[in-house]
């Protein structure tokens, strides 16, 4: 068992022991000196996970609520209808377990305390949000939006009245909660349409009626409705359902950002870096323990199949937000030696608040790959999300707030260009972090230039693979497959220009043909499924307008490059992976960015050419080298002008390293250590420590 598991247990040990000792004394005179005696542990120790009491009971009501969400979260997704899932949501908070009178007896302490303790209250809130929103989606699928609305609050307030009734009754028995929950299944039948069965969701047709759900701007630690706001629909590429319908922010919900912002960024700032790691550690937690709602979510939003987002997108993360989590305790200034009458020190402080801007391929990645540094450092950070992709930064917003961040630290404002264009010009917004296009990057660069922010651009690819006589060859095309079609090719540092050796070039290509051809495409919900759609229409148009343009320039498609539509497929942007064959580096799909499932195979026969040529491009963001020869390897990569290499891999990117592009593909680093300077500035203090020597 790892470290981390172990304490883990423990953690998990000390909040049971909190809840049994809750019980039995009551909210006031529990003490960390009390429940570390009955864990049979010392004070310390207790101090030692949770810090003070405040810390404990917090803990303690976050896994009560976690504990009863992901209960919710099970039975919703055994149900078949809404109706079933609206239900799932009654079962799992009137479930007998909640209402026996030891967990009541702590359900209540906390809710009475609530009141007292805006660490409590925050928890308290998400939870009841949590609840509201699972009623919302569920009932919005069988009556209009405006009713749903008023529904989830009616039936939110019977579970809790139930509750109440039931747990603070004079006997108590789990026959209570079976009664609780009929009363309550009685009610709502009566308040929906009498016909009603419910569809389930997999069949639910792309055009039901019932409206989507509407989101609002995330601002200083919740939803903020903006009824005259524009809105924009997210839509499933696979299906071409409307998600939802989001609400554009605009300049007045920018100031909004802005100012709980303010306000949330001195609160948080003011903690030690510790704290503020203990409180991103639980973030990356949360994600963690929702990694599979998660990861459909993004799925849906995507296009992604879920066999990656259920292992690489939320987890790539939270793992990052562990890694800022941890490094957010060290990070220090220096002191400076400055002769006998005086010394130096530097302070690192955070920039104040900055901005996020993020492209649709990684969504929840690309969210947490900026808010992860920006916050360790002390920042607050307004997020705009992709207007193709913003589902999953909600949800970042809300475990934040669930976590511990305080509000307004983490906003998230939707929209298109313009809000983004809001962001990059604000005054009091210090740095802008943009995952995007070139020709967005340089927009945004000089928009930023105004107000001479700090800017840090994560943009596009044309990156080379470059496959030696002496390769591997299965693992050079394994690498050359995933650089090439994971996430359907939508993946900035792709290599997408795969150099092979002339003397391995038939064989190479014989076999990654029959390795592409079992590549699976299909539902991305289907665990089975390879390859997803691509993230819209317009950008399938895009890539397919590519592939038939290499065609008549003379290359030659090997296989693939036709858009699927077998059956339910014809409803969503699906395109079989391509390989060309190229004979010269001129060709449009030789030196533009597809962002598609589109590998072009070009012939080398020298070192020194192929170097000349792999570099021979605007871009400079990744690049890879397959050889079993160790010297030349490293050779050719430190010739390579790129700010991500591999030897004998492509494209895994663990938050230990930095990353980010040479040339027209980017500035700064995101990841690593490297990270943290793009999100703080130096301050040097001079001190002198014997009298002012004045001429005057
Ligand atoms: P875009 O450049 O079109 O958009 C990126 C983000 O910028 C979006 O949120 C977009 O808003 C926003 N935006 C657009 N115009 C402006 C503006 N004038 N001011 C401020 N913000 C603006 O990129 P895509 O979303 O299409 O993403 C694909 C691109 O991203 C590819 O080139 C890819 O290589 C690159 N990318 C780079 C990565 C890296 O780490 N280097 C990783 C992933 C992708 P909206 O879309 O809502 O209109």
Redesign the pocket.
């Known amino acids: 068992m790892s470290r981390r598991d172990q304490e883990d247990i423990r953690r998990k040990q000390l909040i049971d022991t909190t809840i049994h000792v809750m019980a039995q004394v009551g909210f006031n005179a529990t003490t960390l000196g009390l429940i570390a005696k009955h864990a049979g542990v010392s004070a310390g120790l207790v101090a030692h996970y949770f810090g003070d009491k405040d810390g404990l009971l917090e803990a303690t009501l976050r896994s009560l609520a976690s504990r009863l969400s992901r209960a919710a979260a099970a039975r919703m997704r055994a149900a078949k209808t809404p109706r079933e899932r609206v239900q799932a949501v009654v079962d799992a908070n009137l479930a007998p377990e909640e209402m026996d009178s030891q967990t009541s007896a702590v359900w209540l302490a906390f809710w009475g305390q609530a009141i007292h303790s805006d660490r409590l209250k925050r928890v308290q809130r998400i939870y009841q949000l949590r609840v509201l929103s699972n009623l919302r989606h569920a009932l919005r699928q069988m009556t209009t939006g405006e009713e749903a609305e008023r529904l989830a609050v009616i039936i939110a307030a019977i579970i809790d009245g139930l509750w109440l009734r039931t747990t603070l009754a004079a006997a108590w028995s789990p026959s209570d909660s079976e009664a609780a929950r009929r009363i309550a299944a009685g009610f709502i039948d009566t308040q929906l349409p009498m016909s009603f069965e419910g569809p389930t969701m997999s069949h639910l047709p792309a055009t039901a009626s019932a409206a989507p759900p509407r989101i609002a701007n995330w601002i200083g630690g919740a939803y903020r409705p903006n009824p005259a706001a524009e809105t924009f629909a997210t839509i499933n590429p696979a299906t071409g359902e409307v998600l939802a319908e989001i609400e554009i922010a605009d300049a007045a919900q920018l100031e909004a950002a802005i100012a709980s912002a303010k306000t949330g960024q001195k609160i948080w700032a003011r903690m030690t870096g510790m704290e503020r790691g203990r409180v991103l550690r639980r973030v990356a937690d949360l994600l963690r323990a929702n990694n599979d709602d998660l990861a459909r979510l993004e799925t849906q939003d995507t296009g992604k199949p879920i066999q990656e987002t259920e292992v690489v997108d939320v987890i790539s993360g939270a793992d990052c937000i562990e890694y800022f989590a941890g490094l957010a305790g060290g990070i220090t200034g220096e002191s400076v030696d400055l002769g006998p009458n005086a010394m130096g020190y530097t302070r690192r402080e955070p920039l104040g608040i900055v901005a996020g801007?993020?492209?649709?391929?990684?969504p929840i990645q690309?969210a947490c790959w900026k808010s992860a540094p920006a916050l360790a450092c002390g920042n607050a950070m307004i997020f705009?999300?992709?207007?193709?992709t913003p589902l999953t930064a909600f949800k970042l917003a809300e475990i934040m707030t669930e976590a511990g961040v305080p509000d307004g630290v983490f906003n998230v404002l939707p929209?298109?260009?313009r809000?983004?264009?809001l962001?990059?010009t604000h005054p009091a917004i210090a740095k802008v972090s943009?995952?995007?296009?070139?020709?967005?990057?340089k927009?945004?660069m000089a928009?930023a230039a105004e107000t001479l922010k700090h800017v840090t651009l994560?943009?596009?690819?044309k990156s080379p693979i470059i496959v030696f006589a002496d390769a591997d060859i299965e693992s050079a095309i394994s690498g050359a497959m995933l650089g090439n079609f994971y996430s359907a090719g939508e993946?900035?540092?792709n290599g997408t220009r795969v150099f092979v050796h002339r003397s391995i070039k038939d064989k190479f290509i014989s076999r990654l043909l029959e390795r592409t051809a079992k590549i699976k495409i299909g539902d991305p919900m289907d665990p089975e499924t390879q390859m997803g759609a691509l993230i819209s229409d317009a950008h399938m148009r895009k890539v397919l307008g590519f592939i038939e343009r290499g065609v008549a320039e003379g290359a030659t498609l090997l296989c693939g490059g036709k858009r699927v539509t077998d059956g339910a497929l014809a409803q969503g942007n699906f395109v079989s992976p391509a390989v060309f064959d190229a004979t010269g580096d001129d060709f449009t799909i030789v030196r533009e960015?597809i962002?598609g499932p589109v590998m072009t195979i070009l012939t080398f026969d020298t070192e020194a050419d192929v170097v000349a040529r792999a570099n021979d491009t605007e871009f400079g963001?990744g690049a890879g080298v397959f050889t079993q020869d160790i010297t030349r390897a490293h050779r050719v990569i430190a010739e390579l002008q790129a700010g991500t290499c591999w030897i004998n891999t492509y494209n895994i990117t663990p938050i230990e390293l930095p990353?980010?592009?040479y040339k027209q593909?980017?500035l700064g680093r995101?990841n690593s250590r490297a990270a943290l300077d793009h999100y703080s500035q130096i301050k040097s203090v001079y001190v002198a420590l014997a009298p002012v020597e004045s001429p005057y």
């Open positions: 801007i993020g492209a649709w391929n990684y690309i705009k999300p992709s207007e193709l929209g298109d260009g809000t983004g264009s962001l990059v943009l995952t995007g296009s070139v020709p967005t990057g927009k945004v928009a994560e943009l596009g690819g993946v900035c540092s960015e962002f963001l990353f980010g592009g593909s980017g995101e």
